[in-house]
């Protein structure tokens, strides 16, 4: 039997019997009650169908072809835009123009696009601010157009290079000094890095920015505990937060994607620091009783990498851990990414399955779980995706995204927004050549 580097040996029977079983808790519902199938929408400005939308390309990805045709059919006949109200301009766009889009580009399927297009041009009136810094709420109602926020950007200034989570789209000026890799600002810095690599590596601003962002992060943000222990800190007005949030754990995958294109004589050090950042987020799940890792851990009083509070203990099948595990594995090849990403999919399995799908945990550093009662739309657009893709081996038809061949979405070739929706690289910039 054909079997990769570093797979378990009973890893393809695990992950068809995880499949057949429901991994996916596929419901089709808005941040679907995996208990109850209560209903909690995202804010979408009465928008319907995140998780469906969310989904589709993990639904093409893994083959579950009955269920991708219903998500579609239900897209083209359901999946209505005459709506009003008050829409998350981010949570919006990472959802459902990333869902669409991916499912366009992975498919073809024209109903994708088309939708796209129409749910975007609903969305212009966010950016008619006197910056063109866009508004963070849109109203559907309204009709504006886009205006350039990259010049606001480069010429503000930056408290030591640094960028504040809050910026006012009225004034242009920072609103608060709170600089945080994490929420808030951690998509920031990563589409700085993928908007070079989607433009086939041509848009050099966006690659400056992105260097220039990272210089002053390492400078002023990170920090390594007694225990040896890489984090990158939070910055309030000058003073530092010794803790490091979940969402902040994309990072490790972040700066590992971003080395090749750095300077020659800094490729082997972002390397080695985003091999240290995960193993950092590796630990803040290793040191749980439930393996899975809190919403955000501190360096403080002997204590690393563990929460100190209750209020940022739970666990909200969150998936940058594994995104880092996923981009350290195409970069290293080194086994241990997959070791780490199949003791989440187990802690997956064992704290967070419910019956009709996969619940969110109040506290991981309790072995009796309390469920939180929702299954977000993005542990099927993400967690799942990085851990399960259809792989041609002989017996098997899934296997992790960590154990498939490097061809399979093809970082050469793909990007992936915040949400995990692959997008192809625009090669026709450089080459001619159509991306995908």
Request: hydrophobic letters at 35%; proline letters at 5%.
């Amino acid at each position: 039997m054909l079997r990769l580097q570093g797979m378990p040996q009973s890893l393809p029977r695990r992950l068809e019997g995880l499949r057949n079983g429901g991994l996916c808790g596929w419901g089709g519902k808005d941040k679907n009650d995996p208990r109850s199938h209560l209903r909690s929408s995202v804010p979408a400005g009465g928008l319907s169908g995140a998780t469906i939308i969310d989904s589709l390309d993990t639904l093409h990805l893994m083959e579950l072809k009955e269920e991708f045709q219903e998500a579609k059919a239900w897209v083209e006949e359901s999946f209505h835009l005459n709506v009003s109200g008050e829409a998350s301009l981010f949570e919006v766009n990472i959802r459902y123009i990333g869902g669409l889009l991916s499912a366009f580009y992975l498919t073809g399927e024209e109903v994708f696009r088309i939708k796209a297009i129409q749910l975007g041009e609903k969305l212009l009136p966010a950016f008619n601010t006197p910056t063109g810094i866009p508004k963070g709420v849109v109203n559907f109602k309204r009709e504006q157009r886009v205006r350039n926020i990259r010049k606001v950007l480069r010429k503000i200034d930056k408290p030591f290079g640094l960028y504040p989570n809050f910026l006012s789209p009225v004034s242009g000026n920072w609103m608060q000094h709170h600089v945080s890799v994490g929420g808030l600002g951690d998509s920031f810095y990563e589409y700085l890095i993928k908007s070079w690599l989607m433009s086939a590596k041509t848009d050099t601003e966006a690659k400056d920015m992105y260097y220039e962002a990272l210089e002053a992060i390492e400078t002023h943000l990170l920090n390594v505990s007694p225990g040896g222990l890489t984090y990158i800190a939070e910055w309030r007005g000058g003073i530092l937060d010794h803790k490091m949030g979940h969402l902040a754990c994309f990072s490790g995958g972040m700066i590992a994607l971003g080395a090749e294109d750095a300077k020659e004589e800094k490729r082997a050090h972002y390397r080695e620091l985003a091999a240290q950042i995960t193993k950092t987020c590796h630990e803040s799940y290793a040191r749980s009783d439930t393996k899975l890792g809190p919403e955000a851990f501190w360096f403080n009083s002997g204590r690393e990498a563990v929460a100190t509070q209750m209020s940022e203990s739970y666990y909200i099948l969150r998936p940058e851990v594994v995104e880092s595990y996923m981009y350290l594995w195409r970069q290293t090849h080194n086994p241990i990414y997959r070791e780490w990403g199949w003791e989440v999919v187990m802690a997956l399995e064992k704290y967070c399955r419910t019956e009709a799908g996969f619940s969110g945990i109040q506290d991981v550093y309790s072995k009796v779980p309390n469920h939180d009662n929702k299954q977000q739309t993005f542990f099927l657009a993400e967690t799942l995706k990085l851990c399960l893709a259809p792989h041609p081996l002989p017996g098997h038809r899934y296997l992790y995204l960590l154990f498939s061949e490097d061809d399979m979405l093809s970082l050469e070739d793909w990007v992936f927004n915040t949400e995990a929706h692959p997008l192809p690289v625009n090669h026709s910039d450089s080459s001619g050549r159509g991306g995908g």
